[in-house]
C-alpha cells in the first residue's frame, strides 16, 4: 500500500485542485495493484440510468475523463453494482454479469478482467465505483487486490462524496 497510506491526507488538502486529487486516486490504484494497468473513476447519474467517468488512466499512461456508460445497454452489470459493493471479474469477457461490456466497452478498450468497488454519499446509496481493469491478459485477482481497492475507496469516498458530485454536475 505504497500510494494508499497518505491518500486521506491528500484528498483533504484544500490546495490541491480536483483534477489532482481524481489523478492520484487513480494512481494509487494502479501502483497498489500490480496487475492492475487501467483504472477509472465513475460517478452514476441521481436516476442511476449512467455513469460518466470523471478520470480514467489508462496502461499507457493516457489520462481522459467523460465516457458515458448507460444502464440501456449494460443492464446486468448496472443491476449487480448498484446493489452490491464489489464485482470481481478475472475473466471478464465470460463472467455472468460482466460479459454484457463485450460489445462497446471490453474490445474497445481491449479490457479482460475487471475488479470494481462501489463507494456511497452519506454512506446509504451508491454514488459511483472505483474500477480496476487489466488489458491485453486476463489476471486472476486476488483477496488482497479486493482488499486494496476497499481502501482506497473508502479514502476516496468521503472526498467524492462530498466534493465531486456536486461539483461536477454543476460544471457540466
Same mark, same amino acid.
Given at each position: 500500500?505504497?500510494?494508499?497510506?497518505?491518500?486521506?491526507?491528500?484528498?483533504?488538502?484544500?490546495?490541491?485542485?480536483?483534477?489532482?486529487?481524481?489523478?492520484?486516486?487513480?494512481? #494509487?490504484?494502479?501502483?497498489?495493484?500490480?496487475?492492475?494497468?487501467?483504472? *477509472?473513476?465513475?460517478?452514476?447519474? #441521481?436516476?442511476?440510468?449512467?455513469?460518466?467517468?470523471?478520470?480514467?488512466?489508462?496502461?499507457?499512461?493516457?489520462?481522459?475523463?467523460?465516457?458515458?456508460?448507460?444502464?440501456?445497454?449494460?443492464?446486468?452489470?448496472?443491476?449487480?453494482?448498484?446493489?452490491?459493493?464489489?464485482?470481481? #471479474?478475472?475473466? #471478464?469477457?465470460?463472467?455472468?454479469?460482466?460479459?454484457?461490456?463485450?460489445?462497446?466497452?471490453?474490445?474497445?478498450?481491449?479490457?479482460? *478482467?475487471?475488479?470494481?468497488?462501489?463507494?456511497?454519499?452519506?454512506?446509504? *446509496?451508491?454514488?459511483?465505483?472505483?474500477?480496476?481493469?487489466?488489458?491485453?491478459?486476463?489476471?486472476?485477482?486476488?483477496?488482497?487486490?479486493?482488499?486494496?481497492?476497499?481502501?482506497?475507496?473508502?479514502?476516496?469516498?468521503?472526498?467524492?462524496?462530498?466534493?465531486?458530485?456536486?461539483?461536477?454536475?454543476?460544471?457540466?
Amino acid at each position: 500500500m505504497v500510494q494508499s497510506a497518505n491518500l486521506s491526507v491528500y484528498l483533504s488538502n484544500p490546495r490541491v485542485s480536483l483534477k489532482e486529487k481524481l489523478l492520484k486516486i487513480c494512481l #494509487a490504484v494502479k501502483s497498489d495493484i500490480p496487475t492492475c494497468d487501467r483504472v *477509472s473513476i465513475w460517478l452514476f447519474s #441521481a436516476d442511476y440510468s449512467e455513469m460518466t467517468s470523471l478520470m480514467c488512466i489508462d496502461e499507457e499512461g493516457t489520462k481522459s475523463k467523460g465516457e458515458v456508460l448507460f444502464a440501456k445497454d449494460y443492464g446486468d452489470y448496472f443491476e449487480h453494482i448498484t446493489n452490491q459493493e464489489i464485482l470481481v #471479474a478475472s475473466d #471478464a469477457r465470460v463472467n455472468e454479469i460482466s460479459k454484457c461490456f463485450n460489445v462497446g466497452y471490453f474490445d474497445v478498450h481491449n479490457i479482460h *478482467s475487471m475488479l470494481d468497488v462501489t463507494f456511497l454519499k452519506d454512506n446509504s *446509496s451508491p454514488l459511483g465505483l472505483v474500477c480496476c481493469e487489466r488489458t491485453g491478459t486476463k489476471t486472476e485477482w486476488q483477496e488482497n487486490d479486493v482488499e486494496v481497492l476497499k481502501s482506497i475507496s473508502t479514502k476516496a469516498s468521503l472526498f467524492i462524496s462530498n466534493n465531486v458530485f456536486d461539483t461536477y454536475f454543476t460544471e457540466n
